[in-house]
């Protein structure tokens, strides 16, 4: 589960709750990985990342190494929107108070 901003107009809450599904077959012997994403929209951060670094012309096959590339790709692209969601709920309490 991650956040990431919603794009929702002011007022409404700005941030959205999500998912991405992995499912990952790895077999230490063979040549391939099969991995399948499934995420709750089209072009995710995950994504798009994933993609870009498959088609790195110094080393398209970096993401395959190791079986914890992918996690490890899906967690590096939204942490930073955890720091920016908890720093945003931190504020709204505030006000509260």
Known sequence: MYVEPSGRPNGRD???F???????RY???ATGTVSVLLHPKLNSVAQKK???STQNEFD?????RSPLSI???ILKSYIPYWT???ESSA???????
């Open 71 to 73: 996690h490890l790709f």
């Open 27 to 29: 077999d230490g012997q």
């Open 60 to 64: 398209p096959h970096a993401l395959a």
């Open 18 to 24: 999500r998912q991405t599904g992995v499912y990952q």
């Open 14 to 16: 700005p941030w959205s």
């Open 91 to 97: 504020a709204s309490l505030s006000e509260m108070v």
């Open 84 to 86: 920016d969601f908890l």
């Open 50 to 52: 994933i993609e870009s």
